[in-house]
């Protein structure tokens, strides 16, 4: 009799972990996909986890969702309707409407497996993961398989590889403020590498999801658009971007950096401003600190950071003997500069980093220009710039021999390139990541000099483009031109 009780509470305990509500809510986005619309709730309502909340949100459809949507509503199936026309905000209503701890958003054409959540769910016990994701079997145009990649947050920041099918933690959700209606944006890894820029990850499920290509399927669309580009799939102008500047002290040119700076066409709530203030000059320091304090972004940042005393050096100093080379300043000049640049890498916590120095006057369109060029497989994209010196640009090629060819004529469109000054490039920060730390060869043989070393050791990450419609300007200052007169006379 005991023996008939225990095995009779095992059955009653599994029959119940199976057929008790779960705290998962399924919400399925519709616009005219009636036809399909049953199949997606069948999949839903045959799951070994019963989910605690299925809402249909139909989406201005015409096709009248709400009649397949009545036949399960004695089943616990829920339906709203809307006037978006925006799949992120159709999504974002489904979610404010319920209340469960995980959120599975199904594509009406997609389908998933009577374990799918169950397996999702095991793997979300982590509570530091944020998405369960699986593998894809494709139907319709495609009919292939494919397996999902383990997590990892850089490939993450290249490429999406999750799909919108997996299961979310809704606290990971509602931190980022759920989906962005973003025109032309791939929705779904734009609102992944946000989560995960919250310092949440995700994590591969051991099962797999159906997944429907045809010719009006929202991909398909999306893919044959002719705007399409990598930075709009990655809602790029959406995105936080840090500018960082190195200050040495020049007065003379810096309300025409800021002016320009000012001048940027770019959300300016996207924009984190980094000012690095090498000098000692105590009023250039006040300056600096009374400016950045009015500029329209949404973070800035201070950081004074005199040049140490062991170096018998101060930026001005380097500015002026570097030319000639006296007490050793090409060299000291060039650390100056690793510094400063070994500080923004530590610090930075963007996806993508802007290097601006202090005599760079930036254009409107920069930013713009410059996320053009992007891709999965780009580390960098210069805005060129003529040298303060000589009759070239600071673009350049690479030699066999470990010295570059610099560009005299200034070139068209977008470029692969050896390399360029950090005067104002566009790094994805990870890849600047993977070459920490900078340094210097100014006394190697042949000379190389740090930005020569960053870029060489950048390509083997990224390629390294020039636009040459973002030119900007390197604004003369007295002390260049007095050097200039010293030595070519």
Known sequence: MNRFRAIWKK?????????????????????????????????????????????????????HPEFVTERYSNRGVRYVRTEHRSLAKTRNLGAKMTQSEFLLFLDPDDTIPADYIERCLTVLQDRSVAAAYPNIQYSGERTDYAEAPGFDAEGLLRSNYIPSTALIRRQAYDLVGGYRDVPHALEDWDFYRRVVGMGYRAAKADTTMGYTIHAASLVHKHNAHPSRS???????????????????????????????????DWNRGNIRLHWYNTSDDGEFDLLLRSAITRMPFAEVRYTKAPLPDAWLHTPESLIRKRIKDLDDAEYYYQ??????????????????????????????????RLTEGLDWNVAAVIAPYRSGFFPRYEVWTPNADGTVTNFREKGTGMQEVGGCGFGCTLFRMS???????????VKSRPMQWYDQISYTRLKAYGKILCNWDAEVEHMATERFTEGLATTFT
């Open 11 to 63: 059955k009653s305990a599994t029959c119940s972990a199976h057929t008790l509500p779960c705290d998962v809510a399924v919400i399925i986005p519709c616009h005219n996909y009636a036809h399909v619309l049953s199949r997606a709730i069948e999949c839903v309502l045959a799951q070994t986890k019963t989910p605690r909340d299925i809402l249909v949100v139909d989406d201005a459809s015409n096709d």
């Open 230 to 264: 990598y930075a709009r799939d990655a809602a790029l102008e959406h995105c936080d971007v840090t500018i960082f500047t190195p200050f040495a002290g020049r007065r003379e040119i810096f309300e025409r950096y800021c002016d320009a700076l000012r001048s940027l």
């Open 335 to 368: 650390l100056a500069v690793v510094r400063a640049y070994k500080h923004m890498i530590q610090t930075c916590s963007t996806e993508y980093v802007l290097t601006l120095e202090d005599d760079i006057a930036i254009r409107p369109d920069t930013l713009k």
């Open 431 to 441: 890849d600047l990541q993977n070459i920490a730390p900078l340094f210097t060869g």
